[in-house]
């Protein structure tokens, strides 16, 4: 799959599609004008600063603005700290932009809450992506990720085995009941050098925070 083909899943249906305009005369006929060039189109992305992701990002806008000229994309980039801030104020303004880049844990939200329309793509169109980068909600597509990503866990061993907790493999993974045992556990033991056996940093993201001594990923 191409990258020029992801964004434009995103336009075919955030964008304004219509090349042609709709009016009413002084008449009252209606008549109809093309426009005079591509049509502009806004696009908000979250990840100002990290110059790998912005320089993908890049070449996909020129790819995808260089193969045909009916459309034109432009940038506008936020910090990512106050990037859903700025979405969520200017929804309630009514001034958002016609694309949004969107993070996968926060579509939901987003599309309950009417900020997003659903991306009405061909039953085929998606062949070939993973499915943790298909944005659902409520039976809809409303976003398509350029990568999935994952996440880990690490907690100490020693804590794993002193309160009998199973260490989870591939073939016998936790359920949910047991996975939430282990998260409830961990964030209310004090007993380990960082306050937490269990570390979760800003935007509620997990990542290590212990010693390389004595821990096991889970």
């Not at 809809?140 to 009998?164: N, P, Q, T």
Request: charged residues 20%; hydrophobic residues 45%.
């Amino acid at each position: 799959m191409t990258k020029r083909f992801v964004l434009i899943a995103f336009l075919t249906v955030l964008a304004i599609t219509m090349v042609t305009f709709i009016g009413c005369s002084d008449k009252g006929e209606v008549v109809s004008a093309e426009p005079a060039g591509p049509v502009a189109l806004s696009l908000w992305y979250h990840g100002a600063g990290n110059e790998v992701e912005r320089e993908i990002l890049l070449s996909i806008i020129s790819d995808f603005n260089t193969s045909q000229g009916d459309w034109t994309v432009t940038i506008e980039e936020f910090p990512q700290a106050s990037y859903n801030d700025s979405v969520t104020a200017s929804a309630l303004a009514g001034e958002l932009p016609d694309i949004i880049d969107v993070d996968g844990p926060v579509m939901p939200n987003w599309a309950w809450s009417g900020y997003m329309a659903p991306l009405e793509l061909s039953s085929d169109a998606l062949d070939g992506f993973l499915p943790g980068a298909i944005g659902m909600w409520e039976g809809e597509i409303y976003s398509v990720g350029l990568w999935d990503a994952a996440v880990g866990m690490f907690a100490r061993k020693s804590i794993l085995d002193k309160y009998e907790i199973r260490v989870p493999t591939l073939d016998n993974p936790w359920n949910l009941k047991e996975f939430d045992a282990f998260k409830d556990l961990m964030f209310e033991l004090t007993e380990c050098p960082f306050g937490h056996c269990l570390a979760v940093p800003f935007h509620s993201r997990f990542q290590p925070a212990l010693p390389l001594r004595d821990r096991t990923i889970v």
